[in-house]
Structure formats: C-alpha cells, structure tokens
C-alpha cells in the first residue's frame, strides 16, 4: 500500500466516524433504568464464574469453584488475567481497604446499647502503625468504664472495630440481640456494653485488669483479605489479667454471611461463653478440661 492508498484509507475512516457530539448523543443515559446494566462483579455467583473456555469436566470444574472461595477457574488470555477477574480482584482490594480504613457507625453502636471510648490510638493511621496503643484503654476511656460498669460481673461485653469496621456494621445488629437473648436463658449477668475504637485484641487484659468480670467477650472486625471484607471475630477468655496470653483466650472467627452467620454464630458464643464460666477456663485448657469430660 503506497502513500495516496493510505491517505484514501485514512479520508474514509474519518468520513464515515460520527461527530463527537452524535458519538455522546448514541451513548445510553446513566440514569435510564429501562437500558441494559453492567453485572455487579461483588454480586456475582461465584459458582458462576467460570472463565475457562470448554473444561473437559464442567461439572467437576463447577463443582470445585463452588467448594471454595479461592481464585480457580479463571481461566487466561495468554499470560494475562481476563478483564472481568481482574476487575473483579481490583473490586475486593478496594473493598479489603475500604473496612480498614472506614469508620463504624457510632448511632448504630448506641442504638444496640454500647457507650462508645477509644483506645489510646488517637487516630486510624497512629491505630495501623502502633499496635500496642490499640491494646489499652485512653486514660478518658479507661475512667468512664469505671465509673459507668459495674465489677465483676458475669459476662463483659465489649466491641471494636479492629482491622475491619465493615465487619461490625455488617454483623453486630443480628449478633448483639441473639447474644444477650441466649445469655439471659443461661441465667448469666451481664456488664453495661461498651464500644472501643481503634481497639486491638489485647484490649481482653485491659478490661479484666479494669472491671474483673468472670468472662470478656469481645466482638472484633478480622483483618479483611481478598474474599470477605467484613468478617467478626469473637474472642473469649475467663477472668483476663495483664498476664494474660493467647492460648489462654477462646475465639470463634468467620462471623460473616459467607462462613457463620451472625445469629447462628451468637447461639454458638454464647454456648461457649456458658462453658467457660461453668468450666472456669479458657483457651487451651478449656478444650484439655473438655476432652477429659469427654473421656
């Protein structure tokens, strides 16, 4: 092709292209709901989306992505990821970051009854590069839950964000209500609730150093990750102390809508909540104490 050929190719190419302005004229309306819309990447069934072209096994291929939330099936185009999987791994990061650095919904922690101080991070960045500040009441905090909690109760119920805020606001509602329920048909006390911000896990041997309750329950949002954004832990442990170490402390992990859900998880907390008051302990030596029961 010599260089009039070229110059006919590129005349017609441009002749036959629409002005900017009928361009933008034949493009839908963003707020016409009657046109078709993208699929909701956060939304999709996961079972559905298998992005590799003719598997020898589609039902086995189906079977397995359904059986794990793990990236399989993804299929490739040539040594890339396909759009919609990347776009689709681009969504959970954001939302990975955004329950990280979110805020929960201080009326919704008062309309489930929590009074609300902070840890003695005193702010989200200071709470990410300082674990150790988010492990101790503030002096304000600390003061306010002496005078408002009463002392050695039963069951102490705190709440904190943790690494995810989004985890709270997703499961508290359902879990707090079911809870204290279940709890009152085992007969057990409970303090007055409180909320923490910024708080880390360690905040189990403030509270019992401060309040001496039989047992500390704290809700806490899990670090999120690239498959649930919003997961609640629950930690539990018999009459912390400064002394306190992990294995003494009792968790239940995965409170969420894709592992255990709020309200089945609440039944199964306060169960083990029962447990080690009745057992009087925690952690490790409350599974050594159950195993001999069991025997």
């Known amino acids: 092709m010599n260089e009039k050929d070229i110059e006919i190719l590129v005349r017609r190419i441009i002749s036959e292209m629409k002005p900017p302005r009928e361009q933008a004229e034949s493009l839908p309306d963003p707020g016409d709901d009657s046109g ?19 598997p020898a096994d ?7 992505v359904a059986s794990t939330p793990a990236r399989i099936g993804v299929g490739r185009a040539g040594p890339r990821p396909k759009t919609e999987h990347w776009l689709r791994f681009r969504a959970d990061h954001a939302a990975a970051n955004d329950a990280v650095l979110s805020e929960v919904d201080l009326d919704m922690v008062e309309r489930l009854g929590f009074f609300t101080v902070a840890s003695r991070a005193s702010s989200k960045d200071e ?3 300082r674990p150790d500040l988010g492990r101790l009441l503030s002096p304000e905090g600390e003061t306010r839950v002496r005078e408002e909690c009463p002392k050695g109760a039963d069951v102490q119920l705190v709440m904190a964000d943790g690494l995810s805020s989004a985890a709270i606001t997703a499961n508290a509602p359902d879990f707090i209500p079911a809870f204290e329920e279940m709890l009152r ?7 007055k609730k409180f909320f923490v911000r910024y708080g880390r896990v360690g905040l189990i041997n403030a509270v019992g150093e ?7 329950l704290l809700l ?14 629950a930690y539990m442990c018999y009459a912390p102390s400064a002394k306190t170490i992990e294995s003494e402390r009792t968790l239940v992990a995965n409170i969420h809508r894709g592992g255990i859900p709020a309200v089945e998880a609440a039944a199964h907390v306060a169960e083990t ?5 009745d057992m009087k302990a925690s952690g490790l030596k409350l599974r050594a104490l159950s195993e001999g029961a069991g025997s």
């Open 36 to 54: 078709e819309t993208l699929p909701d990447l956060m939304e999709r069934d996961k079972a559905s989306g298998i992005l590799v072209p003719h």
């Open 58 to 64: 589609e039902a086995g291929l189906a079977a397995m």
């Open 127 to 129: 709470f990410l590069t």
């Open 185 to 191: 048909g085992y007969g057990l006390a409970t303090g």
């Open 210 to 216: 401060i309040l001496a309750p039989k047992v500390v």
């Open 220 to 233: 806490i949002g899990e670090r999120p990750g690239l498959v649930t954004a919003s997961s609640m832990s």
């Open 273 to 277: 909540v029962k447990r080690i008051f």
